[in-house]
């Protein structure tokens, strides 16, 4: 079965820190991976995906995600972030070339101070 | 453009009552999907549906939820005499074959 793992679950940063947060899947077979990201009182919203192609994406608001198949990994960064970042943010994975259903990680939530 | 649609925002019920839950998707989109939100247990796919196939139903917790989606557009999850443990925010999702989902702002489900 497939399974996401995010080991960060609350990560707290200053304005202007970097950001890395973990993400690793498990999954038989090709895959594409997600990063939606939820901001407080709105709905889930596309951060970046990965399909194929060049493993490092970028998305949205300056973050970016790399794919290492190697290590099932799909960590996302942003060397600078900023007061309205904060939110929670979880990763996801499907199989590839398919309409399934996306299996979440339990989510970061990520707290930035002024 | 509208995004997807998903009504009530809120809904309290009494232990043992039946709840509907609606989803309007992204006009033309053929996939549409049921989560749900809970504390301590993350997103919860629930079920599926694409096109005319047969549903995914292999994430609905028990036979007391079903759903239906009619003319390939709008979706209904009901519950079935609710229990504590159905509280949650159900989310639902709809895409284009192969392409990202895009989610609605979910309906809040409280059981007393």
């Known amino acids: 079965a497939q399974s996401v793992s995010q080991h960060n679950h609350h990560v707290i940063l200053s304005e202007a820190a970097s950001l890395e947060l973990g993400c690793n899947y498990s999954y038989g077979g090709t895959v594409n991976l997600f990063w939606y990201v939820q901001y407080p009182g709105q709905h889930l919203q596309l951060l970046l995906k990965?399909?194929?192609?060049?493993?490092l994406v970028k998305g949205i608001k300056g973050f970016e995600a790399e794919f290492i198949k190697s290590k099932f990994s799909f960590n996302l960064r942003k060397p600078s972030v900023q007061w309205s970042d904060t939110a929670e943010y979880f990763c996801a994975v499907r199989g590839a070339g398919t309409a399934s259903k996306l299996t979440f990680g339990t989510g970061t939530r990520l707290q930035v101070t002024l | 453009g509208a995004g997807v649609s998903q009504s009530p925002s809120n809904k309290v019920t009494e232990k043992g009552k039946d709840v509907e839950l609606r989803c309007d998707p992204i006009?033309?989109?053929?996939?549409l999907y049921w989560y749900r939100q809970s504390l301590g247990q993350g997103l919860e796919f629930l079920i599926y549906?694409?096109?005319?196939?047969?549903?995914?139903k292999s994430g609905l917790p028990s036979d007391r939820f079903s759903a239906e989606r009619t003319g390939g557009s709008v979706s209904t999850l009901t519950i079935q005499r609710t229990q504590q443990e159905d509280s949650a925010v159900y989310l639902c999702a709809s895409s284009l074959t192969g392409q990202p989902q895009h989610f609605g702002d979910g309906t809040r489900l409280s059981i007393l």
């Open positions: 549906f694409q096109g005319n196939s047969a549903p995914d």
């Open positions: 990965y399909f194929s192609g060049d493993p």
């Open positions: 006009s033309g989109h053929t996939a």
